[in-house]
């Protein structure tokens, strides 16, 4: 059982910088691959970057490649996404994901992960 939470979102101009948290609460995290994705109004959940159970290996989604960085701290439970550069079609809820049983060949699908935070609003205006 894995419990996360969302933070740091909020309104920012075009060309600025963000930086999101995700705190997570169980035993199970550091053996957890985690992931960001973003959901616009009526558009899916779209991946944005993941990270390997050790911080190993990353990826991201072509647009946010050069811009954005994930990381991750497992002694404070903890997974972060900087974002640089920010542009208004990066606006959406930012959610983050925790996965406990999926290869790294999946990381990119939403059904790889078990659990969910509620999502933190992320709008990047003109």
């Known amino acids: 059982q894995v419990q996360l939470a969302e933070s740091g979102g909020g309104l920012v101009q075009a060309g600025g910088s963000r930086r999101l948290s995700c705190e997570a609460s169980?035993?199970?995290?550091?053996?957890?691959?985690m992931g960001w994705f973003r959901q616009a109004p009526g558009k899916g959940r779209e991946f944005v970057a993941a990270?390997?159970?050790?911080?190993?290996?990353?990826d991201y989604v072509d647009s946010a490649k050069g811009r954005f960085t994930i990381s991750r701290d497992n002694a404070k439970g903890t997974v972060y996404l900087q974002m640089n550069g920010l542009q208004p079609e990066d606006t959406g809820v930012y959610y983050c994901?925790?996965?406990?049983?999926?290869?790294?060949?999946?990381?990119?699908?939403?059904?790889?992960?078990?659990?969910w935070g509620q999502g933190t609003q992320v709008t990047v205006s003109s």
């Open positions: 169980g035993r199970t995290f550091s053996s957890s691959a």
């Open positions: 990270i390997s159970r050790d911080g190993g290996s990353t």
């Open positions: 994901g925790a996965d406990q049983g999926s290869r790294w060949y999946a990381r990119r699908m939403v059904s790889a992960y078990d659990y």
